[in-house]
């Protein structure tokens, strides 16, 4: 008797803590669907991984439910991963595009695609369903309002769907990373300026990599079917909080 490898996706995968989660699931044997909007990434990644690329816009409903189309009847992890910080300013200085956008990725993106895939997971007898969530989604800061409040949003949406899937065979994780040191989450959030995306991590020696995350998703994803990992909140040993952060000279 053959087993069907157990199946994955991904959203947010061509890069970073995507990217990278979509490499840690393949080597734990998962056939990672990865899905991102930048093709030519997703379709490298999966051929490096035996996966499968599906363009998709998390925000775009017809993209999700070509999604769930491609992946069929069971899905044994999904992993919202897509999202993103846009800007810093003050409240009193924010501009409701650049809030409606982090709100649409990482809300209403992390909903399309739970929606869509959700039967496929009960389906499977034993479903994963992991939200990346942020230390932001557990404290204000300055500069911070949009973002803070999307990603309070995906705690809470995680709440939510653990009380509302109580009963159905479906595990409901929040991963709430602190500082990690990827590319273009600084850069888009300082709008492609690289030194002050530098500055984040002036000083601090190790910050934490999409490899770390990517570790804690492999995990979660790997535990016997009744270990429900709530919330898991990572940081490196150099940050006590969003703003007390221990820098070398
Ligand atoms: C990233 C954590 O500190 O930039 O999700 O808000 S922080």
């Given at each position: 008797m053959t087993t069907e490898p157990r199946k994955a996706v991904v959203t947010g995968a061509s890069s970073g803590i995507g990217a990278a989660s979509a490499r840690a699931l393949a080597d734990k044997g998962f056939?990672?669907?990865?899905a991102a909007r930048r093709v030519d990434r997703i379709e490298a990644l999966a051929a490096e991984i035996g996966g499968?690329?599906?363009p998709c816009d998390v925000t775009d409903e017809a993209d999700v439910r070509r999604l769930a189309e491609r992946v069929g009847p069971t899905l044994d992890v999904l992993l919202n991963n897509?999202?993103?910080?846009?800007?810093?300013?003050?409240?009193?200085h924010s501009k409701a595009e650049e809030w409606r956008e982090?709100?649409?990725v990482n809300v209403i993106g992390t909903l399309n695609v739970t929606r869509e895939l959700l039967p496929a997971l009960?389906?499977?007898g034993d479903g994963v369903l992991i939200n990346m969530g942020s230390t932001a989604g557990r404290i204000a800061y300055e500069g911070g309002g949009g973002y803070t409040a999307a990603k309070h949003?995906?705690?809470?949406?995680?709440e939510t769907?653990?009380?509302e899937l109580l009963g159905q065979p479906v595990r409901v994780t929040e991963l709430a990373p602190g500082m990690v040191a990827t590319e273009e989450f600084g850069l888009?959030?300082?709008?492609?300026?690289q030194s002050k995306r530098d500055e984040v991590y002036a000083g601090v020696r190790n910050p934490l990599t999409a490899d770390d995350i990517a570790n804690a998703v492999a995990w979660v994803a790997t535990l016997p079917p009744h270990v429900n990992i709530d919330l898991m909140v990572l940081r490196p040993r150099a940050q006590a909080t969003q703003t007390k952060i221990h820098r070398e000279d």
């Open positions: 056939t990672v669907y990865c499968v690329a599906v897509a999202g993103g910080a846009v800007g810093v300013d003050e409240v009193a982090m709100y649409d009960i389906a499977s949003g995906v705690a809470v949406m995680t769907l653990r009380l888009r959030r300082f709008r492609g300026d």
